[in-house]
């Protein structure tokens, strides 16, 4: 029993520490995909970008992992801005596939010109003495970095249900998602409240890419690797919902982490068997708008 | 609500003019000609690259099947390759196990068992639009594709099946090296294919499902069965995409898993939006000039032809809307209307605002100057324990360089189209 | 005496003079560029320019043409399109590269249908070779490191049990097959058999290695793809701090491939692989090597396995090209004159057998250990001299036929 008790422990920590980096990575896709119908297909590429700024910050520039995540999460959210003028705000209005097409250009360029300058070789990070190894909580040991990876989570689930639920940009973007056109009748510039929130969703994916480094290891086709998990994760907790990307986060997360663990043979079919029921019977997602 | 304005002869004009233009719309046009013949003299020019010839063929076949749904009946999937794995896995199958290694009607057991899964499928899935819709379809493909590696005992997992044979073709046209009798053979189903797809879309039927695209709420409440409808185009385009995925098996004499991949998915939509939805030669446009180019970069730069296919894509958006052949109507159309623009002067009229354009190109160089700058130190170097850290003297200059690239790109940009903004101005 | 000397001269004087003129032989490289593969490209694709830069005036006064390819993803199908146009559009003479077994496999009809011998320098599924009479491999086959592996552990790594892990596509297979052959035969016991998913993408391996580290065996042999693969699994590994609780780490080379073997970490310490190539393997030609490579691509830059293979392969068909003086036109008298060839080469003596066309090789059991300049390097602790492709000598599934 106590067998039972360590396995279900185990999987429970590993999926949870899957499901914060799903989370942290996805959540600017939902709330962009959910406020403007963007499809952003570039979304990975922001990422990947970010992993990247975190490399080079470290490697060459000799600054600590926990502020080049930082550097790395502001500097991304800015460039984002530029994007988001310039090429994003002439697609508002056009149809999903002029944006799948624009945002599919943009991450084929983004692998081309980072294989360029970074080479196609996996990268890696050097952590900090004491992300590396084990932690012991008591009852037992876990690796150090998950738990980390947890706590970063957790903290970021937390100020972004504060602003979310209890500011006056949180209820704007809230209101924005359920009707736009409302939103903009009352006098809300959901042009500029698109701008922050793609800057704040790109500067997160770049935060979750640095994270991954250490997961997957970084190669510059990161940026489409790992982007039909997000879309799963956006689709499953419903659009432009946080609470919905959590929960899908955390569903895919463990459940995945318990599917490898118990039947290995099955690959990725779990993931996508969810997905799968998960729409078939809630079309919009866990939290999404009907 | 019905009509109850008193009908005038403009009305029965315009009646007119529409029912002409739905009887003609149909009618053979000279251009239509065109492809073929650019195929067959493809064939005599490039008689030593058939191979790649009947790749593109096949992917024009994949594209049209998609056009056919999310052209026409705005149907959104990024799991098409499903169906093409289908086909593929099909004639493959039907040859290793059944010995049936006649291609002609393994094409149509292909196609009959690629539009039943399609049907099945289609039924669950077409309830849904949108996001959801296109999960659902990635989803299904994975799953296929997942399925297929659990039993990969069957289906030779990754590395796939090798040894495949097909008969001769009409018992008479042995494979050959040079792909020759495969160029040929494929062009022959895309003739075929394409002849039905013409068919279909300028039916009765064709029309329900612009109508299900344009306004699926009015088709609803006029009575269309919109869910059957749905589900017999994504059936037909699934035999479509089935019968493309059983020549890719037959013409390479091989099939992996991997034809089931969403690489494969997100490519062919690419092809089709590139060339233009919803328009019967956008996959042959489309997909000819995806391929002829990637083909083109790869050789240019193996390593970074992706860089070429993504500047296209964004250009194509940014510039050509409807895709490439948008652009090629409207220029067609433009001459044809004559240049009433032609007399107007074309000069330069330079606004305060196109300041403003410069100063954020500048900007945008200088952002980009910065970040090469920043990583240009870390080029050709490979292992990261000794990178060199860089010199904030060369970042610098990355800045400034970038930011007089960006803002002149932009200043030759405006040169021309604020010219032609006076010439349309006066037109 | 002579006077038969002079005759000698004269008829070579003849041959060179007379029938072969200066040729140009056009050789096709397939190989991935683009994608998440393409290191595994460069790694190669620098090996053939290094060998044929410092090695063009050996075939003078025949020359090469190198006609590269993108191989593309592993399907197959792309690299067989790139490959058959090699073949029809540029004519070339011979084709070379293939990291992938789908690439090799889907092209061996069309290298028997135009009679062009394809010179694998990678592809390690093991009946590729059955395939077709043209097909002449220089790398390996996964039985060559894994079944040597299996008696290796049980004797000398002291694994009485022992779980297997790999990625689930045929070469993962292959290579657990092959191990557990030899591990069995040599008394051992697998208690665990776990596929790990699919090559195409990087999957989070801790719920696989927690599965292992409940199940507690001896060791786990891991086979991955050798590429990004690699440093995900050892940080899984030293994350789960399996090697403290007494689960060693085995596989073939690919689980520590050389130019990513630094950035590994402490976790790789330890870790014993079965393999043919490593920068720190002790032999003059491979000591050559090193030093031509970083002086061509920095200190920085390391060679792997795959660049080893790659120099060997060029070695031997620049070889073939002297021996047949560049009259390499018929693709059957260059396999002809490839069978039996031998060298010293950064892996120590290479040979390749003339029934199977595969190539002969010493393994190493390596074991990793940090130098005392403070960098990871790999410690030979022992050699099986000339292996020959196992799965070929037992006749196993595919390779009987």
Redesign the interface.
């Known amino acids: 029993m106590p067998q039972i008790a360590n396995i279900v422990v185990s999987v429970l920590f590993d999926g949870l520490a899957y499901a914060m980096f799903l989370f942290i990575t996805a959540v600017g896709l939902s709330v962009t995909m959910g406020l403007m119908g963007f499809v952003n297909l570039a979304h990975g590429a922001f990422a990947m970008a970010g992993g990247f700024v975190v490399v080079s910050l470290t490697r060459s520039y000799g600054i600590d992992f926990i502020p080049s995540l930082l550097i790395a999460a502001v500097l991304i959210g800015l460039i984002s801005v530029r994007f988001e003028k310039r090429l994003y705000r002439r697609l508002y209005k056009s149809t999903d596939l002029e944006q799948v097409l624009l945002t599919i250009g943009l991450a084929f360029m983004a692998i081309a010109a980072f294989t360029y300058f970074y080479g196609p070789i996996p990268k890696s990070v050097p952590l900090p003495h004491w992300l590396e190894g084990d932690v012991n909580l008591g009852f037992r040991r876990f690796p150090s970095y998950r738990a980390f990876l947890i706590v970063v989570g957790a903290a970021l689930i937390a100020v972004l249900w504060y602003v979310f639920e209890n500011t006056n940009i949180g209820a704007k973007i809230r209101a924005a998602v359920d009707n736009r056109r409302m939103a903009e009748s009352v006098g809300i510039n959901v042009d500029r409240l698109f701008t922050l929130t793609f800057a704040v969703g790109s500067g997160l994916a770049a935060l979750g890419g640095g994270l991954a480094i250490q997961l997957f290891g970084l190669t510059p086709s990161f940026a489409v690797l790992y982007l039909v998990l997000f879309l799963i994760v956006v689709a499953v907790g419903g659009l432009g919902s946080l609470k919905g990307t959590l929960l899908a986060a955390l569903v895919i997360g463990i459940i995945d982490t318990g599917g490898k663990y118990a039947f290995p043979v099955a690959g990725n079919l779990f993931i996508y068997a969810i997905t799968a029921l998960v729409l078939l019977i809630k079309p919009s997602g866990f939290y999404g708008r009907e | 609500m019905s009509e109850t304005k008193p009908r005038t002869s403009a009305f029965f004009e315009a009646r007119d003019r529409a029912t002409d233009y739905l009887v003609r719309r149909h009618h053979l046009r000279w251009p239509e000609v065109l492809p073929w013949l650019v195929a067959i003299a493809c064939f005599f020019l490039f008689p ?5 010839g009947s ?1 593109v063929l096949i992917m024009i076949m994949f594209a049209l099947s998609l056009d056919l749904i ?1 052209g026409y009946a705005g149907i ?1 999937t990024l799991g098409h390759a499903a169906f093409f794995g289908i086909g593929a896995y099909t004639v493959a199958l039907a040859s290793l196990k059944l010995g049936w290694s006649e291609p002609i009607s393994g094409l149509f057991g292909a196609a009959v068992i690629a539009g039943l899964v399609g049907v099945v499928v289609g039924w ?2 077409l ?2 639009r ?3 819709l ?3 379809t ?3 493909a ?2 296929l ?3 297929g ?2 039993r ?1 005992d069957i289906t ?5 099946l ?2 495949l044979t097909f008969d001769p073709l009409l018992g008479a046209f042995q494979y050959d ?3 020759h009798t495969n160029y040929w053979y494929a062009l022959a189903a895309l003739a075929v294919v394409f002849y039905l797809v013409r068919r279909i879309v300028y039916s009765p039927f064709g029309q329900t499902l612009t109508g299900i695209r344009e306004n699926v709420r009015r088709m609803h409440s006029i009575g269309s069965p919109v869910h059957r409808r749905l589900v017999t185009v994504y059936a037909i385009s699934a035999a479509i995409a089935g019968v493309a995925g059983a020549l ?1 098996t037959q013409t ?3 099939v ?1 898993l ?2 089931f ?3 494969s998915s ?1 490519k062919v ?2 092809m089709l ?2 060339g233009g ?1 919803g328009r019967l030669y956008g996959p042959f446009l489309g997909a000819t000039v995806y391929m002829v180019l990637e083909d083109y970069f ?2 240019l730069s ?6 070429g ?6 250009l ?3 510039f050509a ?1 409807r895709g490439l052949l948008g652009v090629a109507e409207d220029f067609v159309r433009l001459r044809l209307s004559g240049r009433a623009g032609d007399a107007a002067p074309r000069r330069l009229v330079w606004k305060p605002e196109h300041w403003k354009a410069l100063g ?1 190109s500048a ?2 160089g200088a ?1 980009l100057g910065f ?2 700058g ?17 010199t904030p003297a060369r970042a610098f200059i990355f800045t400034l360089g970038g930011a007089a690239i960006g803002a002149g790109i932009n200043a030759v940009y405006l040169l021309i189209t604020s010219r032609s903004a006076v010439a349309g101005a006066a037109s | 005496m002579r006077m038969l000397h002079w005759l000698g001269a004269a008829a070579l004087a003849m041959t060179v003079g007379g029938t072969a003129q200066a040729a140009d032989v056009k050789i096709g490289v397939v190989l991935p560029f683009s994608g998440a593969n393409a290191d595994l490209g460069h790694q190669m694709d620098k090996a053939f320019d290094l060998y044929v830069k410092l090695h063009a005036k050996d075939i003078a006064p025949n020359t090469v043409t190198l006609i590269k390819r993108d191989e593309g993803p592993p399907t197959g199908a792309a690299a067989k399109t790139v490959a058959t146009e090699l073949i029809t559009n540029d004519k070339v003479n011979l084709l070379t590269g293939f990291s992938f077994s789908p690439s090799a496999i889907a092209l061996a009809p069309v290298v028997t249908q135009a009679k062009v011998p394809m010179i694998i320098s990678n592809a390690g599924t093991a009946w590729i070779t059955n395939l077709s009479p043209y097909i002449v491999r220089l790398s390996f086959s996964m039985w060559h490191p894994a079944y040597p592996m299996g008696a290796y552990a049980y004797d000398k790594v002291g694994c009485k049990t022992a779980a297997v892990a790999y990625t689930d596509f045929p070469p993962g297979k292959d290579s657990t097959e092959a191990f557990e052959t030899g591990f069995k035969k040599a008394g051992g016991k697998v208690v665990l058999s776990i596929p790990m998913g699919s090559p195409v993408q990087v999957p989070d391996f801790t719920p696989f290695f927690q599965r292992i580290k409940d199940a507690h065996p001896d060791c786990m042999y891991v086979f991955i793809p050798s590429g990004a693969h690699a440093t995900g699994v050892m940080k899984a590994y030293g994350e789960l701090g399996m090697r403290k609780a007494g689960i060693k780490l085995i596989g073939p080379m690919d689980l520590i491939p050389d130019n990513k073997l630094q950035d590994m970490g402490d976790a790789a310490i330890g870790t014993i692989v079965m393999g043919h190539y490593a920068v720190d393997l002790d032999n003059a030609a491979n000591k050559a090597f090193n030093a031509e490579w970083h002086k061509a691509y920095g200190a920085d830059s390391y060679p792997d396995f795959m660049s080893a293979q790659a120099w060997d392969t060029m070695h031997a068909i620049f070889d073939t090209i002297k021996k047949l003086n560049g009259n390499m036109t018929d693709g059957a008298k260059v396999v002809e004159a490839m069978k039996g060839w031998s060298a010293d080469g950064p892996r120590g003596h290479v040979m390749i057998d003339p029934t199977t066309r595969d190539i002969v090789q010493d393994e190493h059991a390596m074991e990793v250990y940090r130098k005392p300049d403070g960098k990871l390097g790999e410690r030979i602790l022992g050699t099986t001299k000339a292996v020959k492709d196992e799965c070929k000598v037992l006749k196993v599934g595919r390779c009987g036929s």
Not at chain 2, 302 to 307: G, M, S, V
């Open positions: 030593n690259r058939m191979t790649f790749q999310l959104v669950f899935i309830r849904y949108g996001l959801t296109l999960m659902l990635i989803a299904f994975a799953m594709q997942e399925s590696n659990l990969s030779g997992g990754y590395d796939g090798p040894g090296l040079y792909g890719f390479n004499a091989y992996t991997t034809v991949d969403f690489d997100a939509m690419v939006i590139l939805t790869s050789k193996p390593t970074f032809w992706q860089f296919i993504g500047i296209l894509l964004v194509t958006v940014l809307r954020a900007l945008d952002i970040l090469i920043f990583a240009a130190n870390l080029s050709r170097t490979e292992l990261m324990s000794s990178f060199v850290a860089g």
